[in-house]
């Protein structure tokens, strides 16, 4: 049907809505001026064929039927997309690795060695894994507050997947302890985890016992000689509860053996955050604090890795005490260097009797050995050059204890251990070239020298491939000063062409050694600045050859 919509009388009320009004109530004057008004709009012709239904017709509006869509597809594509919309927000809200800006401890799957010496999880011991995990975190609460400029502690534990992390942390494989550490830092790297927790109950013994482990992973520019496998105490025997329907776990989760020592992992954790940080001192009250744990408990065992760490923290006083007195040294500022100097030997004392302690707890410890090398060399280096000869006490403790430490560690696998061992013995051979040098013996010197370069040489490689910013330092200073050193052995044996050459070399050596001050602030007083005035010297001595 084909019209023009112009205003009509009798439809101008059904499209506009006006009251209806009569032919006989209107005026032909009333029904011109109407037919006049509209006819100055706009003009619309719509064609609307036989048997449409909800038509609407008028100005900016046309409505012609009804639009039927489909609904199976509609709903299809609206389920689709919000399964987009969660998939993409749980990718990007729910982590599948540890952030950078936390120290992160990951609570792995405890396992069960059977009589066959094989290890599964079971449902026990993946719900003792959740005890450990829930009580450490809960331990660690509180320590966390009121700590400014410290990264908060992360705990993850397969409990937390799906719904907070989507990674899993399973169990730490492996039949042998080193085949353990070997997994441990391999799944440490994948997660970005500081520390690994894990352990395994072992079945195969009357009574089971449960050995607890901790492993450490390397940070860049961080304190690196705690790297590496911890077994914290010996293994925890088991003893059955008689509370009905108990089982290994549940009595573990109760043993007061274990719950000492989960504080003290606790306690030890903050102290490897004060550690990592430089703030040496803070470290040394949380090592301290638990050690007491331990010592109130019935079982002890684990005292040794804490009076490491206790030692340890000393022994970084003391050389940064040594290191800050020859700065003020070199600045004109003899008293604040005396008073410097004076707490280095304090804390080498104390450093002395918590390695010694930890010997004493463990024989076979390696890093007990190794610690108390590090006492004798520092104090073979305070000695004047000469006296190193004549009064040789300190150098033959220094190269006895880091001999014990080398043998100790290739006997328990300790790799790490080995390395910084084999490097602190390279150390310590310059300082025996340097005695020589002042004793005017230069091809005794030169060939020492030698010595100190190659063995250092031989650890490059695996320290700086483990960006153990610490240890490449001291290798890049040893480097440096066994090279300078054996240069001035060759200009003294008129060998000038020599000479020059090994003084580039070591002003190489330096400038790399000072270059890593950025990734770690607390080598600038230390290694970096010894390597610094050592340039000068360089750059002196090849000012005067011919």
Not at 215 to 240: M, N
Not at 242 to 260: C, E, H, M, N, V
Not at 507 to 520: F, G, T
Request: proline letters at 5%; glycine letters at 6%; a neutral charge.
């Amino acid at each position: 049907m084909n019209f023009p919509l112009f205003p009509s009388v009798p439809l101008v009320p059904w499209i506009f809505g006006a009251t209806a009004l009569s032919e006989q109530k209107t005026s032909w004057l009333e029904r011109l001026r109407e037919w006049f008004r509209f006819s100055h709009g706009d003009t619309i012709i719509a064609n609307v064929g036989e048997g449409a239904r909800d038509v609407i017709v008028g100005k900016n509006v046309i409505k012609v039927g009804t639009l039927v869509v489909p609904a199976v597809p509609v709903f299809v594509g609206v389920v689709i997309l919000i399964v987009l919309v969660a998939i993409g927000g749980y990718l990007y809200f729910v982590p599948n690795k540890m952030p950078l800006d936390t120290f992160n401890i990951a609570v792995a799957d405890f396992g069960v060695m059977g009589a066959d010496k094989q290890i599964q999880v079971t449902s026990e011991s993946q719900s003792f894994s959740r005890m450990i995990f829930a009580a450490l975190r809960d331990e660690l609460i509180p320590l966390a507050t009121n700590q400014p400029g410290l990264p908060k502690p992360l705990v993850w534990n397969d409990s937390l997947f799906p719904s907070q992390i989507r990674v899993q942390i399973g169990m730490i494989p492996g039949s042998s302890p080193e085949q353990q550490h070997a997994a441990a830092a391999a799944r440490a790297t994948e997660l970005g985890a500081n520390i690994i927790v894990y352990g395994n109950l072992e079945t195969n013994s009357i009574p089971s016992n449960f050995v607890p482990a901790f492993y450490v992973a390397p940070l860049v520019g961080e304190a690196d000689e705690i790297v590496g496998r911890y077994q914290f105490g010996s293994p925890i025997p088991v003893q059955l509860s008689s509370q009905p329907g108990s089982t290994w776990f549940t009595s573990l989760a109760q043993d007061k053996t274990l719950i000492a020592r989960r504080q003290a992992l606790a306690q030890l954790t903050f102290g490897l955050l004060k550690d990592f940080r430089g703030y040496h001192e803070d470290a040394l009250g949380y090592f301290q604090n638990a050690l007491k744990l331990l010592q109130a408990s019935d079982n002890r065992a684990g005292e040794e890795v804490l009076n490491y760490f206790i030692g340890r923290e000393y022994l970084f006083m003391a050389n940064h005490q040594q290191a800050l007195g020859e700065s003020r040294s070199a600045q004109g500022d003899q008293a604040g260097a005396q008073d410097a100097f004076a707490q280095v030997e304090p804390n080498l004392t104390k450093a002395a009797a918590a390695f010694n302690a930890a010997k004493n707890r463990n024989a076979t410890y390696a890093r007990a050995y190794y610690g108390l090398g590090g006492v004798y060399q520092l104090r073979m280096m305070r000695q004047s050059a000469p006296d190193r000869l004549a009064q040789p006490e300190f150098m033959n403790r220094a190269f006895g204890e880091y001999q014990t430490a080398l043998n100790h560690a290739l006997q328990a696998r300790e790799e790490q251990t080995e390395i910084k061992v084999r490097g602190a013995l390279a150390s310590t051979l310059f300082l025996q070239g340097e005695a020589y040098l002042h004793q005017q013996d230069w091809a005794r010197a030169a060939d020492t020298f030698d010595e100190s370069i190659k063995r250092t040489n031989e650890q490059l490689n695996e320290i700086e491939k483990n960006k153990q910013v610490r240890s490449m330092a001291e290798a890049y200073l040893t480097l440096g000063n066994a090279t300078f050193e054996k240069g001035i052995a060759k200009s003294q044996l008129n060998d000038t062409a020599a000479a020059k050459i090994l003084y580039d070399q070591a002003n190489s050596w330096y400038a790399k050694c000072w270059d890593l001050r950025i990734y770690d602030p607390t080598i600038v007083q230390g290694a970096a600045a010894r390597c610094q005035r050592a340039q000068t010297q360089v750059n002196d001595w090849i000012s005067k050859l011919p």
